[in-house]
């Protein structure tokens, strides 16, 4: 079991920056693939970026490609999504997400685990 918890949402200008951060309980986080999800009011949950158990490996959404970063620090149970360049279209809440074992996923329903979320918006 792993319990997540964002924080680092807020109110940012189109252009600004924001850093999400994701706390895990737990002793395990390194056994465990992380990601990031957003979902915007109307809209279905999409995937914004994924990072493997040891950090080497990430994937990307294409709409934040060159944007945004996901990074993770095991010794502190916490993975980061480094968000630069906002756009209004970047406005949504924004979840993490779990899954014991594996590489990275790009599809919600192989998490297992979600924090409850973090809203982002992004005035124009």
């Known amino acids: 079991q792993v319990q997540l918890v964002e924080s680092g949402g807020g109110l940012v200008q189109a252009g600004g920056s924001l850093r999400l951060s994701c706390a895990a309980s737990?002793?395990?986080?390194?056994?465990?693939?992380m990601g990031w999800f957003r979902q915007a009011p109307g809209k279905e949950r999409e995937f914004v970026a994924a990072?493997?158990?040891?950090?080497?490996?990430?994937n990307l959404a294409d709409s934040v490609k060159g944007r945004f970063t996901i990074s993770r620090d095991n010794a502190k149970n916490t993975v980061f999504l480094q968000m630069n360049s906002l756009k209004p279209e970047d406005t949504a809440v924004y979840y993490c997400a779990a899954v014991n074992g594996g590489s990275y996923y790009v599809m919600a329903y192989d998490y297992n685990y979600w924090g409850q979320g973090t809203q982002v918006t992004v005035s124009s």
């Open positions: 737990g002793r395990t986080f390194s056994s465990y693939a």
């Open positions: 990072i493997s158990r040891g950090g080497g490996r990430t």
